[in-house]
């Protein structure tokens, strides 16, 4: 439809658009108002030379300059041949079509044609109307048929004092330019600028509602008298030109006519583009302009994908120097949320290690007690705020039972092997000597475990944007999770050290570092909305510390012996740490053989926040 | 997407009963008088304070109280829950809520077999969605479908449309030859928001609405025991397509029940409208268009009338392929009552009869231009000040008064100030006399305030009431307008022509010059003026009163139950079938909404012309007498 047409094709569009605009003026959806439409565009087409100006724009919609709102053309000679018809060579000879305008450049449209579309009352409402029109009315609807039909009419003589200048087609003064291009406006525009030099020009300029920037300047105006019939070859174009955000950004057809309807453009409108309906005319502009993907990317305005970044690796090893630069995308950017994750995870390492050091150096019972109780409820507390802030923050509440089998864990890391110990001596007798070494490296390790988590997600995220495939992005993810599993365990290995250096005792690297990792991994899959797994190796590994001490127990009574065995053949081979070390260490195992399908897949890394 | 803990209780469906079981009317079905149960399913609606539409859904509620209604109704957003609801009229009988917007994992675990049927219809609705062509509408439905089932069977889909499987689905989806565009380019990102949103726009499917056990209902003998989903009632009417229809689509599939859809603002559009708005990108867009498209597509299709509420409307749905002997334009109605005494009152005939009772109603000025309104960028004042310049010169007498409230935001607000000061630009003050304090020929006003106490001074306040609007939608002020008799100048956007046909005069938008001509040649001719507004009334009495609303509801209701009878088994005390309980007479076969003569034709082939029980042959009566046991029994 964008094609030169013939002459005959241009004649017959005219003609139906016509009648179909005359319909959808009219409201109606029966067959006589589409006749009557018809025959009343035919009869203007053929007369255009000299009234095209002066009808009303109910009629044919070719030549319906009055009708021109002022966001689309002025009327204009078609450029090329198959346009060219005599109301063409008005234009050209005379610049304004005709002379006069009716007063009303108004729809009054006759109650015959303008019922409502289908309305099931039709036939009443039209009586009812005639009834209450008839008489008083006749003289309106008089005024409309001889205006529609381009002859002499009462209403004509109220013209000439509204609009003097011979600028019937003239779009309004405030109409943004079809072409912005200065030198390509109808000469009959120089008319109705003449009529609307108005002091309050220059704000009505600037304060049209559509910004100014659709607008021309008042300044070029006098200029575009000049090629007045340049650009009114494709008057389609220019409606792009003023949309083609829109038309570019638009994934359907009928987006831009959504979009346009938005704008104001009716169905009458169209049809001063030989469109039968917004919808076509939408169709051809979706057709016209190149979309994104084809024109390079112009309509990629999602999340900001670094897509084309040469140095996107397939195989995700990570580039230099992109670790930890950018807010990431958890919704958590800038300067509060960079001090809460670098500070929150060192306060329970620092808490711990102030409730030692309190315990240390203070003396008498009760005084060392009160501090042992507010350190490990501080700790706690601490803990708390960094797993509910922050990278381990979990998507669901996790459930009572695995927050208890955590606690039992860690308690046991405490005091469990020294229970062990005195029991398998036959005690105890008062109370045992808690395990402070894995207790204030655990703390610390708090906070390599943020950071590690951190860092799997923003790099997660990243290549999340960057990857096309999800296949691609499982292949990028599982190095990564692996990396940063491997760096937290080091780190946790080694504070685990220094702490048992600085208070003097023997570091329990199996069971504290094999329940650290436990931990970050039930954790790190909870923040990735897979509870089910971490809450059944927790509950096992604390299952298995349980049995042990309860068989232990169990094993002095009668008869029972055989129950204490294989703990106690553990615990005489390897040492009483060896029973948590060998509970925890399975259960991560299994939780990392779980954690390294689930965390590399694409669903487990939706941004929280984003498409709800 | 957002999985985070959300503080709404899972499973919150509230069920109000709101009478007694023992005071409760029980249905009466009366002969010629039926009493319909209506399954009213909104979204984003009725008894939400901030609902689109409550207004009307209230007035055709109240104004229906022969029948029983059932709201199901979808809440947008958690805000629009906590705002509460608009008072009930006591025919709603139960009102039943699902929150659209919060993600309850519902922690529902399927098994291998109930994945397995997960992922074949999963993949068949991302393929049909995906495509680009038009021929796999029955894909998409029976995908939709089969989904649907499985919910029911199964438990909540929420997880698997979340799940991994779902997100691999649509990437050999998207991938797959002959896939849009669009999809094609779509990164892992964008495949994780489509299907965020897929499983947002399905959460419909998971609800527990969809229940037939209604069977204590009729009779009244486990009245209150469950009044049952869906399934029991005679008729869905959607409030528009979209979701608030994918439980009527569902509620046709699984009991039959005749789905009615009353579109006032098209859903489809609202989309493309909303989703230019966010900052989605191509793919994600493209793929959710063509899903609501899809979606859109289905509802026409299978609902038993389709109710646009305007022309406008009209066009977007046959654009969306709606049959057109489907639709029925019904226009919204409007409360008349408080303009009655303006709009009998003509113009000028309170100033002549000054001693009259009913003295409270303004006097017209011949010489004031009206405008009523939001005032936001879209009703183009800068063009109305305009045109007013323009008519300023014609007319030095001429008045304008702009009436209304300023939109929220603070853009409406700018625009507001940005309109003061053209308007003190463009007219100085103006004062009587040398001594007398002048004051501007445009005027601001707010209904509310001491000089327009109500909104029907409003439109009494001018002779010519002016709408200058670039986008429109149903001109509410116009309509107004309309009902107190006023001649209106209005800009040929939206629904105008429709509703004003010829009772006014209709100039193109952002047009001043028009405009103002316009309203010069009323503002010259009282008579043509009083003419104008007598017709305008008439019109408007007869178009697009709350009456004649009401009314057309009232019949369509009737005649679909008529023609979509819901077909079920009905039992007796016992609880066996009662046979004979459905009459034979009640199933039509063929299309009744096309044409006659189109159906005839269908129907003449294949079946037998129906005849009277006694003309039938003696042959035939055994054929008859099977075919009657065989309706009874089913």
Request: with cysteine; charged share 20%.
């Amino acid at each position: 439809m964008t094609g030169t047409p013939a002459d005959q094709g241009v004649d017959t569009r005219a003609r139906t658009g016509a009648s179909t605009e005359n319909n959808t003026s009219a409201g109606t959806g029966n067959s006589t108002g589409s006749t009557t439409g018809s025959s009343a565009g035919h009869h203007t087409a053929s007369s255009t030379g000299s009234s095209a100006g002066t009808r009303k724009g109910t009629g044919g919609q070719g030549m319906a300059p009055q009708h021109d709102s002022g966001q689309l053309d002025a009327p204009r000679a078609p450029a090329g041949t198959g346009g060219w018809d005599a109301r063409s060579e008005g234009l050209l000879n005379g610049g304004a079509p005709a002379p006069g305008r009716i007063p009303s450049a108004v729809d009054e449209a006759e109650p015959e044609q303008s019922r409502p579309e289908g309305t099931e009352s039709a036939e009443t409402e039209s009586a009812e109307e005639e009834g209450v029109l008839t008489g008083s009315a006749v003289a309106d609807v008089e005024a409309a048929f001889a205006a529609v039909m381009g002859t002499g009419s009462p209403a004509r003589t109220a013209a000439p004092s509204s609009a003097p200048a011979p600028s019937a087609p003239a779009p309004p003064p405030s109409s943004p330019a079809p072409v912005p291009p200065a030198p390509s406006a109808p000469a009959a525009e120089a008319g109705a600028e003449a009529a609307a030099e108005e002091p309050a020009e220059a704000s009505a300029v600037a304060s049209t509602p559509s910004g100014g920037a659709e607008r021309e300047a008042p300044a070029d105006r006098p200029v575009r008298r000049a090629g007045a019939r340049r650009g009114a070859a494709d008057p389609v174009k220019a409606l792009i030109h003023r949309h083609r955000e829109l038309c570019e950004r638009a994934v359907d057809p009928l987006e831009i006519a959504a979009g346009l309807e938005a704008h104001g453009v009716t169905d009458r409108a169209a049809a001063r583009f030989r469109h039968r309906d917004v919808f076509s005319l939408a169709e051809e502009m979706y057709a016209r302009v190149p979309h994104h993907g084809e024109g390079g990317g112009a309509g990629s305005a999602g999340p900001p994908s670094q897509g084309e970044r040469p140095g996107a690796d397939p195989h995700g090893t990570p580039l230099p120097g992109e670790a930890g630069t950018g807010p990431g995308r958890d919704g958590r950017p800038g300067g509060r949320g960079t001090a809460a994750l670098l500070l929150l995870p060192l306060l329970p390492g620092a808490l711990c290690a102030a409730a030692l050091l309190a315990l240390r150096t203070l003396e008498g019972g009760q005084a060392r007690v009160t501090a042992g109780v507010v350190g490990v409820v501080a700790v706690a507390l601490a803990v708390r705020a960094c797993l509910r802030h922050g990278p381990l923050r979990g998507r669901e509440r996790s459930s009572t039972s695995t927050r208890a089998w955590a606690c039992w864990l860690l308690g046991y890391a405490l005091l469990g092997d020294g229970l062990l110990d005195t029991a398998l001596r036959g005690g105890p007798d008062g109370l045992w000597p808690p395990r402070l070494a894995p207790a204030l490296g655990l703390a610390l390790a708090v906070a390599p475990a943020v950071w590690c988590a951190r860092l799997l997600t923003v790099r997660a995220q990243r290549k999340l944007a960057t990857s096309r495939g999800l296949e691609e992005f499982a292949g990028a993810v599982r190095p990564l999770l692996l990396g940063t599993f491997t760096l937290f365990l080091c780190a946790l290995l080694a504070l685990l050290g220094g702490a048992g250096a600085l208070l003097g005792e023997e570091a329990a690297y199996a069971g504290a570092g094999s329940l650290g990792a436990l931990l970050l991994l039930a954790r790190l899959l909870m923040a990735h909305g897979r509870p089910g797994a971490p809450a059944v190796a927790l509950a096992c590994a604390g299952t298995v510390e349980l049995l042990a001490l309860c068989s232990v127990f169990a094993g002095r009574l009668p008869g029972c012996t055989v129950l204490a065995l294989p703990v106690e053949s553990v615990v005489t081979s390897w040492g009483p740490g060896a029973v948590p070390a060998l509970a925890c260490a399975t259960a991560a195992a299994a939780l990392l053989i779980r954690a390294v399908p689930a965390l590399s897949r694409a669903s487990a890394h939706v941004p929280p926040g984003g498409p709800r | 997407m957002d999985n985070r803990p959300s503080d709404h209780p899972p499973g919150r469906i509230r069920f109000i009963p709101l009478r007694a079981v023992d005071q409760r009317r029980l249905p009466i079905w009366e002969i010629g008088g039926v009493r319909v149960r209506i399954g009213l399913l909104t979204e984003g609606g009725y008894p939400y304070v901030s609902g689109d539409g409550r207004l009307w859904c209230d007035r055709l509620v109240r104004g229906l109280a022969q029948h029983e209604f059932d709201l199901y109704a979808l809440s947008r957003t958690a805000r629009q829950e906590e705002q509460g609801w608009v008072p009930l009229p006591p025919q709603l009988h139960r009102v039943r809520t699902a929150p659209l917007w919060t993600a309850e994992g519902d922690g529902t675990a399927h098994g291998r077999r109930a994945r397995r049927r997960f992922n074949a219809h999963y993949g068949e609705l991302v393929t049909a969605v995906c495509s680009g062509g038009e021929d796999l509408e029955d894909r998409f439905g029976s995908a939709l479908y089969g989904l649907a089932e499985l919910a029911r069977d199964e438990g909540g889909l929420v997880t698997a449309l979340r799940s991994e499987a779902a997100v691999r689905a649509l990437e050999a989806a998207c991938r797959a030859p002959g896939a849009l565009r669009a999809a094609h380019e779509a990164r892992v990102p964008d495949l994780l928001a489509v299907a965020g949103l897929l499983e947002r726009a399905l959460r419909p499917l998971s609800l527990d609405w969809y229940e037939a056990d209604c069977g204590g209902v009729r009779d009244g003998a486990r009245a209150g025991a469950g009044w049952g989903g869906l399934g029991c009632v005679d008729l869905c009417h959607a409030t528009s397509a979209g979701a608030a229809a994918l439980p009527g689509l569902l509620a046709k599939h699984f009991f039959g029940v005749p789905l009615l859809v009353t579109e006032h603002s098209v859903q489809l559009r609202s989309h493309y409208l909303a989703a230019s708005g966010e900052t989605l990108s191509a793919p994600v867009r493209a793929l959710l268009a063509a899903f609501h498209g899809k979606l859109t597509g289905e509802v026409y299709r299978q609902a038993a009338l389709i109710t646009p509420g305007s022309a406008h409307v009209r066009r977007w749905q046959e654009r969306c392929g709606a049959d057109r002997a489907k639709l029925r334009t019904v226009h919204p109605g409007m409360e008349a009552a408080s303009f009655a005494a303006l709009g009998e009152s003509g113009e000028n005939s309170t100033a002549a009869t000054p001693d009259r009772t009913d003295s409270a109603l303004p006097v017209a000025d011949p010489d004031t231009l009206v405008w009523v309104g939001r005032i936001e960028q879209s009703k183009d004042l800068v063009s109305l000040l305009h045109a007013f310049a323009e008519v300023r010169k014609e007319e030095p007498a001429a008045r304008l008064r702009l009436i209304g409230a300023v939109a929220p935001g603070d853009e409406a607000a700018a625009y507001l100030a940005q309109c003061k000061a053209l308007a003190a630009q463009l007219f100085p003050d103006e004062a009587d006399g040398k001594h007398a304090v002048g004051e501007n020929p445009v005027s601001f006003d707010e209904v509310g305030g001491p000089d327009v106490p109500e909104l029907v001074d409003a439109y009494g306040a001018g002779a010519v009431v002016v709408l200058s609007s670039v986008v429109e939608g149903f001109p509410v002020s116009l309509v107004e307008a309309m009902f107190c008799g006023r001649a209106t100048v209005s800009t040929d956007v939206g629904a105008v022509v429709e509703v004003i046909g010829g009772t006014g005069l209709v100039v193109p938008p952002r047009n001043p010059r028009a405009l103002a001509e316009a309203c010069v040649a009323l503002l010259r001719d009282p008579a043509r003026r009083e003419r104008l507004g007598a017709a305008a009334r008439a019109r408007a009495l007869e178009l697009f009163t709350v009456e004649q609303n009401i009314e057309a509801f009232h019949s369509i209701y009737l005649e679909i139950v008529s023609h979509y009878p819901v077909r079920r088994e009905v039992m007796d005390d016992e609880g066996d079938p009662l046979p004979f309980a459905n009459p034979v007479e009640t199933h039509v076969p063929g299309h009744w909404a096309l044409s006659g003569a189109a159906e005839t034709a269908d129907a003449a082939p294949g079946t037998v012309p129906p005849v009277p029980s006694w003309a039938v042959r003696d042959e035939d009566v055994d054929a008859v007498l099977g075919a009657v046991a065989g309706e009874g029994a089913r």
